[in-house]
């Protein structure tokens, strides 16, 4: 207790220290350096901004990009959660995205996503994020802004150390924060210690089209993996978790998994384990799995539902997997632009580990073990460790690089970032955050080449930093600009859900690819009409096919007779639009799903079961023309025994 | 001379004349090229996005090449008139022509160039004024007369919320470039014939 205290009363008077230095240079000027900031931050109405953030939502289940530095939001892209705003995860289109072997779960916890890579470099053709509840992979394309894929992963609980990615996007890694009976069974709780096992999955990326599919899982120790980053230059090949209660206790952790004085960074060679599953290693476990991809010209989702998984026992490859010590329950676990150093953010440690790729391989050569963990040989902390940050702050979390030999270091409890220097591992800068700061992003900050411009600090606590709205408020961020010596706050926004992590990119490397429209001539969806010759209803049954289309500023057909009681009713909508942000909106009256928002060139189909007789309108949503309050048609909806014959017309 | 009528093949290649339909709604603005042979859209959708536009104000929709004469006899004529032209050439070259034929395929393309211009001129009041007497959205001018939605021959026009810009394109520059050589030889020919003399 008295050592915290002194440690406090330390910070306090550095704190002090810098403080008082900073306001005596900023006095005389604050006026000009006050509006250079906004200036810094400002793009004018109609400029674009320089870098997307793509922010993740947390509890919301999507992703939202912002523009940086002006820190507005763009889009929401919904991605584990149904969106009503757009119909996602509602039309018969999208609704296998979320199917999973719980069956349809229309929510998620999204946590880090990690834009895919060439050669350590981000190439900004597609965005993983993981569903840290439901065990969820998806990927995002950075052409349509669209979710494509979801793939689960069984033998996880909670996909916590997940998404990211190796620097050719070989892999996208995800990694179960709990450990559970693998495959599952009915046990006692108590028994959890050496009955249970954290599964580490390799979900391999096919190069050109981006699809996923689980290449191995690595059954380790009954550890929670917290997070993990690739190795990258010397470094590529391994993959580094950070792990806490390796005490494996499995109640009141926030007290039984603090013991340790050390808890593990799990450092695995992936390339040597993928050697050998291509050789026919590796077991074929019976799961039950779904895999879900979305076709751009069919403009529908399949789900399929996959039955084994490989799974790897560290055992089987001798020197693949190594433990590496490191203080204190470490959360963030990061790797530096060069591969070298390996950070563990012990979140319960005053100082920074900073380990040392080739120090590690040293002492695996040297076979230098303190012992192991059920077969895993754990290496010495003194023989790995490249150096360590002396009391950079209170609660380290995360950090990211700037490409120019610094590191930039969340601390939670302080709510500060720190700015260090790798190699002499001094204190550089501190600044404050507003407040509890949990991740930071610099665009290009995990990867090979950062670009080092800006930086910013996603927060957990937000309370008096904007207009009060109630108990649930929206969470805050802070904007640096990280070009010179000290970090400068240059801007606080908002963002939605909780971000928990983000990748940021310059808009040059994206901004052309974006989508305008879906071509009607790549329409592939078997419920198209790509005119009015193409319309019609069809009676199946009790089933109802709609083939519409619609057009600044009708429906066609717009008048629809013949629909029964007790019908089910599929609206199959084409936008004939070929024209740039005109997408079109159906909404039908009493509809217990959802709108749709249809975009140009897109087939999108809602169901309606009509329980009333009358005559119900439907209308578009999106106000998409001078003429958009006369787009609107009706429905005659006769009684269950009426031989109405089914008719549709527009304009007679 | 022959350069100058060779240039004319251009129009085969390049528009003869673009014009350029910008709004509010439309930053990135919607254009149609017209070449010899037809009407084209700068953008792949443009000819389509305008028509869905123009249905709102009862314009006939953008003719397809054939549906116009024009654009099977253009060809032909464009075709003849470099032929001409580089025979003229050649002939005046070996010196078996006089100089004064170059000025003559000069006032002859003159001559067929303003009436192909006319003509045009006549297709854009007929394309904006012959509308749908069922038109969803009707303007009239001050004095009650229907407002009329042609696109200026040459320039700028505002027309409702559209900012249209007329002006001639590639092929229609090298053709006027290679009228303007076929001057040139005109001229030289003739200092030419006059140093003789």
Known sequence: ????????????????????????????????????????????????????????????????????????????????????????????????????????????????????????KLDGRWIFINGNNTPRIARISLTTFETEEIIEVPNSAGNHSSSFITENTEYVVAGTRFSVPIPQKDIAIKDYKGNFKGALSFISVDPEHGHMDIKFQVLMPGFNYD????????????FFFTTYNTEEANSLLEVNASQNDKDFIAAINWKKIEEYVNNGGGTMMPANYAHNVYDDNTHTATSTM??????????????????????????GCDVDPSGEYIVGNGKLSANLTVHSFTKMLDAIKNEKFAGDAYGIPILNFEDVLAGSVEQPGLGPLHTEFDGKGNAYTTFFISSEVVKWKLGTWEVIDRKPTYYSVGHLTIPGGNSAEPFGKYMFAMNK???????????????SA?????????????????????????????????????????????N???????????????????????????????FSPDNIEGVKVGDKVFFHITNLEQDFDVPHGFAMIGARNAELLIAPGQTRTLTWEPEKVGVWPFYCTDFCSALHQEMQGYVRVSPASSDIELSWSLGE | MIIGSLLLLGLFKFPLWNIMLGAPQYPDPLGMNIYIQGIKGVQEFDLQNIDGLNHYIGMKTIPKAEDMWEFSVFPKVILGMATLGVVIGLLGYFEKLSYKYFLGWFLLMSVLGILGMYDFNNWLIDYGSNLDPHAIIKVTNPDGTPMSYKPPLLGFQKLLNFDVTSLPHIGGYLM???????????????KASLQKT
């Open chain 1, 478 to 522: 802070q904007l640096y600009d990280i070009s010179g010596d000290k970090m400068e706050l240059l801007l606080d926004f908002p963002t939605h859900g909780e971000p928990h992590y983000a990748a940021a990119i310059p808009a040059e490397i994206i901004k052309n690819n974006s989508r305008k429209i879906f071509k009607l001539t790549e």
């Open chain 1, 1 to 120: 207790m008295k050592k915290i205290l002194k440690s406090t009363l330390a910070i306090v008077a550095v704190f002090a220290a810098f403080t008082s230095c900073n306001n005596s240079g900023k006095s005389s000027n604050s006026g000009a350096l006050s509006s250079n900031n906004a200036e810094k931050v400002y793009v004018a109405p109609g400029e674009h901004d320089s870098h997307y953030a793509f922010i993740s939502g947390g509890y919301s289940g999507n992703l939202t990009v912002y523009g940086l530095p002006s820190g507005r939001m763009f889009k929401e892209i919904p991605v584990f959660s149904q969106f009503p705003t757009n119909g996602y995860g509602y039309s018969e289109e999208t609704k296998p995205m979320l199917e999973t072997s719980y069956g349809f779960v229309p929510w998620d916890d999204s946590h880090h996503p990690d834009i895919s890579q060439t050669k350590g």
């Open chain 1, 306 to 331: 996959k039955k084994e998984v490989r799974v790897v026992n560290p055992s089987e490859v001798p020197g693949a997997v190594y433990l590496i010590p490191t203080p204190k329950s470490p959360h």
């Open chain 1, 461 to 475: 606590i937000t309370k008096d930093r904007y207009l009060p709205t109630g108990p649930e408020m929206e969470h």
């Open chain 2, 176 to 190: 006027f470039i290679g009228m303007a050589l076929t001057l040139i030889a005109f001229w030289i020919g003739r």
């Open chain 1, 524 to 554: 592939e969806h078997p419920k198209k009409a790509l005119s009015d010759a193409d319309t019609k209803v069809v009676r199946d049954g009790k089933n109802v096919h709609i083939y519409m289309t619609m057009i600044r500023s009708h």
């Open chain 1, 227 to 238: 997070l993990s980053h690739p190795g990258r230059g010397k470094s590529h090949g391994w």
